[in-house]
């Protein structure tokens, strides 16, 4: 998990580094609180949501269920204040 933290951390650290508000949904899974914890902490708890996928109903009932369709949905979903 230390490298995975590492990764993120360089992740956020590049999309912010402009000074650029960073908005962030992530899936809640079997292990997210971890990343949830992280970006919290350097973005702010008001800027990262957290998405149940079966309260989804677009991500529930796609019959495409990919990790890239369910990542397109939600950032959508954020994007349209859903």
């Known amino acids: 998990m230390s490298s995975d933290a590492a990764v993120l ?3 956020i650290d590049k999309l912010t580094g402009d000074g ?3 908005q962030v ?4 899974s079997g292990c997210f609180v971890w990343a949830y914890d992280l970006l919290a902490s350097k973005l702010g708890e008001d800027r990262v949501q957290v998405a149940a ?3 989804v109903q677009v991500i529930a009932q796609s019959g495409e269920k990919t990790d ?3 990542a397109w949905w ?3 979903l954020q994007q349209m204040s859903r």
């Open 53 to 55: 996928p079966s309260k």
């Open 68 to 70: 890239a369709n369910d």
């Open 74 to 76: 939600l950032a959508y």
């Open 9 to 11: 951390t360089n992740l």
């Open 20 to 22: 650029t508000p960073l």
């Open 25 to 28: 949904v992530i899936e809640a």
